[in-house]
C-alpha cells in the first residue's frame, strides 16, 4: 500500500519518511526518495540555543546538557526541564557497578551492598519498559566511556562532570575483555526487556552476569 501510494501520489503531494535506519528499509521504497542525511547538532550549538530558551541556565550545566543529548534539541529541552532523570540513573549505575566490583571481589556483604542495589533496580522496573531499556541504555554508554579512559582516549569522552568522578572509579578496574562481555550482556537484557520478559529476572540475572565478568 506505502509503495502503491508513492508511486502514484495525489497532486501536490510531498511525503518526507523519516529514519534512523535507511539500511533496513525495503529497496522498492528506497529507489522512489531521494536522500537527505541530517546530522546531529553540535554541542556548542545546543548549548547555545539552550541559553537563549532558558535566560537562567549557566554555561557550565548548557554545555553539560549538551553533551548528554547527544546532538538532539528535544531531548536536551526534556533533561533541562527534569535533570533529576540523569542524576538518579548516574546514582543507580555507580552504586549498582560499585557492587558488582566488591561482589566479584568477593568484599564482605556490607560493602556489596547487594539489598541496595535490588531497591534501586526495583524502582527502574516499576516505572516502564521504556525507562528500563533507557537505564540499560546508559549502562551501556558509561561502559564506552570506562573503556575510553583505560585506553588513554579520555579527550573523546563524552561526559558531564558528575559523570567523569564516577567514571574516574572505574579506571583500570574493568580492561577491554570485562567491558566485551558486559556490553553483550546489556545488549541480550535490552533484547529480553523489549519481548516482555521479566524485569525483575532480566536485571538480577544482568548483576550477577557483569560480576561474573569480572571474576
Known amino acids: 500500500k506505502l509503495l502503491k501510494t508513492l508511486e502514484e501520489p495525489e497532486n501536490k503531494s510531498l511525503f518526507i519518511l523519516i529514519s534512523e535506519k535507511p539500511d533496513l528499509i525495503l529497496s522498492t521504497i528506497l529507489s522512489r526518495t531521494q536522500l537527505v542525511k541530517v546530522p546531529r547538532l553540535s554541542n556548542d550549538l545546543i548549548a547555545m540555543q539552550l541559553k537563549k530558551d532558558f535566560p537562567d541556565i549557566d554555561d557550565s550545566t548548557a554545555q553539560n546538557i549538551a553533551i548528554l543529548s547527544e546532538g538532539d534539541y528535544n531531548k536536551a529541552v526534556k533533561i ?44 527502574i ?32 569522552v563524552k561526559a558531564t562532570e558528575a559523570e567523569l568522578n564516577v567514571l574516574r572509579t572505574f579506571k583500570g578496574i574493568m580492561n577491554l575483555k570485562h567491558i566485551s562481555i558486559m556490553s553483550e550482556e546489556c545488549n541480550k537484557a535490552l533484547y529480553h526487556i523489549s519481548r516482555n520478559g521479566n524485569s525483575a529476572l532480566i536485571f538480577t540475572d544482568l548483576y550477577f552476569k557483569m560480576a561474573a565478568a569480572l571474576k
Open 125 to 156: 522496573v516499576s516505572q516502564g519498559r521504556e525507562e528500563q531499556k533507557q537505564f540499560v541504555g546508559f549502562i551501556l554508554k558509561m561502559l564506552r566511556n570506562i573503556l575510553m579512559f583505560n585506553t588513554k582516549h579520555e579527550d573523546v
Open 80 to 123: 533541562k526541564t527534569d535533570d533529576s532523570i540523569q542524576k538518579s540513573m548516574l546514582n543507580t549505575f555507580s552504586l549498582m557497578m560499585n557492587s558488582v566490583v566488591a561482589f566479584a571481589q568477593q568484599q564482605p556483604t556490607a560493602v556489596v551492598k547487594y539489598a541496595e542495589v535490588q531497591e534501586e533496580l526495583s524502582h
